[in-house]
């Protein structure tokens, strides 16, 4: 039986591409150095900030990176709502998996300052753990903060899903040894989710519950 979800955040419950790429764009642009298009980021995402603006770097400035970090944190806080909202049908989603009295919360790579405003703003009330990047626990594909949340929530592995759009978050599942699903509506697509070993990939956010449907007989 099924009776807790994780999710991951970016490229999962929220499209926050654009704000993303607009901030670190505009730290390149400041130093002159080369932006990228916007479908770029979408393989720049996933492990964490510093990963971020080290792939987005010139190579001859990739030692730059945690001048750039700290930049970024300050102003993507500013403007991490701007363009960034949940994809279709994820509202609704987390409304009917609230309703049906599932255990509900987020394990991101993304900065926990940044999660904790996105989560509390576009979703609030269904998260019970948002649990993000710092300097405290290491990052996904790390199992770590996945294995917290299932220990608060008290349940047993064969009860939860890690829900994730990248091969990270897969890898997550796998390394926390839960059951996965893949979005494909992400930032990286269906292949990379069916060739990294999700579980089940789905297209549209309803078809969550029918997975876990399924899985709950
Ligand atoms: O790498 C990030 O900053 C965000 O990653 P996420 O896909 O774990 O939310």
Known sequence: MINTIIFDLDGTLVDSLEDL????????????????ELDQYRYFVGNGVIKLIERALPQEHKDEVMVLKQEF??????NCLNKTNAYPGVNELLEKLKKLGFNLAVVTNKPQEHAIKITKTLFPGYFKY???????????????????????????????????????????????????IGVAWGFRGARELKDSGADYVVDQADEILEVIDDWSK
């Open 73 to 78: 944190d300050e102003k993507y806080s500013l």
């Open 130 to 180: 948002v649990f993000g990047n710092s300097m405290r626990h290491p990052k996904k594909p790390d199992p770590c903060l996945t294995n917290l949340v299932i220990n608060l929530f008290d349940v047993k592995k064969n009860e939860v899903i890690y829900i994730g759009d990248s091969d990270v978050d897969i890898q997550t599942a796998k390394n926390a040894k839960v059951k996965s």
């Open 21 to 36: 790429a607009n901030t670190v764009n505009i730290l390149l642009n400041k130093r002159g150095y080369p932006t990228h």
